[in-house]
Structures are given as structure tokens and as C-alpha cells.
DNA sequence: GTCTATATAACGATAGAC
DNA sequence: GTCTATCGTTATATAGAC
């Protein structure tokens, strides 16, 4: 085989979705510009960035209802009236974290283009992008997944939601496999799962794969070799 | 094959480790007596149980950092006053719930019987008599996980450390397979990374299993299958 | 009377909000 | 910088058991 028909690499999801930096920031300043006074994009951007890493720092070291706006007032240095500017309330920083990483992860599960492709490279394109997306939004994810006791019932809904939904397109991409015969038809609900949990792995359990040294590149063909294993396919 | 050598139910685990009802509150009364002011153990039990059942609950609910010690309080129908009878102070209630965790599952772990077993069937053991454990002190298992934070460099680190433990029990338990050749060596430590976090899933992801119908009979042989399958082990 | 367990009420600190 | 609510904590008082 010459050529994967997608480019699976970090560096083409980069640069296919752009998830930092300026851009990040100004889709920040988008989702959220009705809980804000600040109508200056420009102004807002840098402001938002500091405002979103400290929080993630602070909440990373003491969790987010240990962290005081105090906190975040000194490490932002952004006096505690101009944080009120940039957000409706403490709770309301919560629900724009958990806000922002939904409609990006909607946006970059909508993408049709890897539907067209054959099962076990469908499957690569998924495991490999979403493994990707767990990295480089790896602050928010974490976030999202320990604190989710603080936010809205609803906001909870959604993410569980869409967890069922990213479960639903590996299934169905087992599916696809098993139509073609490359893989076998068993437990595909319990196994779509448990691939879920092994690219959640990735932002959930830092601390073990820094330990080990393992690097991405390794993971994500442990994962997709794992899978494919348990799918009755024996890979190359 | 007629019998297993070793009883694999979950009514079998729970007649060998006792670690509900009285047994348990006793064993956290033993580890938290000098904590507290209560000296008959009889007197104790009873609101021990409240105190760390009801702190379940709220810090399900809303997160124990949210949780106040008048919710407490209420839920437990013990004035404020009489709480710190039991508690030092709020930090050692979470400490508390950590380090009972630790101590069992330090005992159970230490359980050398299935080390005389084949290593199918000490894979099997393992698996299964930690599910059951994750099963039966769910609340302990997710408390420790979610609140993590609130928890002292120490225990933090004791956590992680007895994550780690788990994990090269398994890694050895591949690596015996190997020698006979039931197994073939490929990524064992990534393995087994993989292999203790689907059985974390049992109690991080209930909601899920909940929703699918699955019962821990089928998870347990469902673990079990896809860890030998990446094993190279093709099972009955 | 003494020890143990529980209840009341208030203190000082700090939180979110504006 | 201020206001108000609420937090964790504790000093103190009370009640029952032997």
C-alpha cells in the first residue's frame, strides 16, 4: 500500500481544525458573547485566554469550587470587577468551558468526509482524530469530565449525550466492517465503549503515559490495533 | 473441564471479603479512632454509616467541595457539633473515605492464593475479584476518583501508586502466560494499563452500563475475552 | 459524680457578587 | 473596595448511663 487516502497525521488534524490559539479564543468570544460586556472582539481575546488557562491551572491544582475568583483575579491580573465583565458568574465560567468543548467536538464529529472510507481506515480516521482532539484540548476535556458535578443538568445530558453519540459512530463503523465480513459481529455495543475508553485514557490518566513515556503516535496504534484485534481482524 | 479451582461468583467474593454491613464500619472505626472522640464502637457504627453514606450522596450530587456540613447535618439528622465527634474536620472526612478504600484494597491485593494458579485462570481470578470490589464499594471507588483533589499529596500519591501496584500484578500475570506460552509478549505494560481501566469503567461509567442492561457477570467475561484476545489467547 | 454523647449558638474568615 | 451570606469550626451547655 502506497498512500493512506487521508492524512492521518498530528500535523494535517492541525491544521485541518485550527483548536488554538486566536481562533480558539475568538469562537470563546462567539459561543459566549451574550454573558459578556466586552463587545470588542479584539479586546476580549487576550483577556478570554488568560481568564480560561488560569482557570484550568487553578482548577487542575485545588478544583474549580476550591479556586476562588480571588484566585483567578490574581493570577489573571484582572482586578474581581473586570472578571464580571468577561463572565456572568462563577457557575457561568463552568457552563462556557463545558459549552465550548461541545460545539467544537459537534463540529468536528459532523465532518462527513470520513464516512466515505473503507471500515478499518474509517475506523483509524476516528480513534486518530479523536485521540488528537483529546491532546490538544486536553485541558478542557479534563475539566469537563472532573468537574461535571458543578455544571447544569442539562449541560451533564448533553455531554453524556454526546458520548453515546461518539460510542454510536465507532458501532456503526463495526458495522460497516462486519457487512464487508473484515470483522466479526460480537459484543459491539460493550466494545465501541471500551474503545471510548481507551482514547479518554489519553486525558484522563496524563500522569501514567508521561511516566511510561509513551508518546501519542504509540498510543494511537495500540488503540486502533486493540480494537481491531477485538473485532476478529488481524492488522498489519 | 469440570470445576474451576477457584470459586469465581460474586457470592463467593463477598462471603471471603466482607466489606459491607457492620464488618465495614467497624474496620472504619478502627481506622479513624483516633480521629474521633467516640470511644464505644457500638455507639459509633451506626452514625459512621449515616455520616459516610449521606456524604456519598451529597457529593454525588452536587460535589463535596459544594457540600456543606449543614447538609450533612441534615441529611444525617447529627447536630453540627455532633459531627465533629466523628470528623476531625472536613479535609479528614474525604481522607477518611480514602484511606479506608486503600487499606481494603491493600488487603485484598495482598491475597497471595491466586498466585499458585494458572495464569488463565489468575487472570480470571483477578479480573473478576476486582470487579466484584469495584462493584461493592462503588461509592468509595467514585468519591476517590472525582475528588482526588481535595485529597493530601499523600494520599494522591498513595492512590496512584496503588493504581500502578494493580497494574504490574497484571503486567506479571501476562508475563507468566508468556513463559508457558498461552500468551504472546506484545505491549504488556500498555495492556495492562488498558486492561485496569475497563474495570474502572464499571464504576466511573454506571450510568452507561445502566442504560445498556449489562450485568457484571457479562462485563466480567467481556473484560476477560478482549484481555486475552489482545493476549493472542483465543478463549472457550 | 463522672464519663460519654449530643445539641445549641456563635465566632471569625472568606466566598460570590456588584 | 464593600456588602451580605454562608462556610468550617468550636466553646459551651445539656442529657443520659453506670
Redesign the interface.
Known sequence: MDQWPHDISLDAFRKTWVLEGEPLWLRVFDVHRDKMQIKNPQIAVGNLEKIFTCTFQLA????F??MSLRDLSRDTGISMGGLYAYIGSKDDLAGAIAEVLRTTLDAVLSDQAVLSLPPVQRLQAILYGDLYMNDIMHSWYYFCY??S??LSPEQREAA?QM??KFDERLRNTFEAGVVTGEFKAD?L???A??TT??LQ?WYL?R??FSR?G?RIE??AQ?VLD?TL??LGHHAV
Request: glycine share 6%; hydrophobic share 35%.
Open positions: 487542575n491544582a485545588k478544583g469550587q476550591a472532573l468537574e458535578k458543578g453524556m458520548e453515546l459484543r455495543t460493550l466494545l465503549s471500551n475508553a481507551m485514557q490518566k500522569w501514567k511510561q509513551t504509540d498510543y495500540f486493540t484485534s477485538s
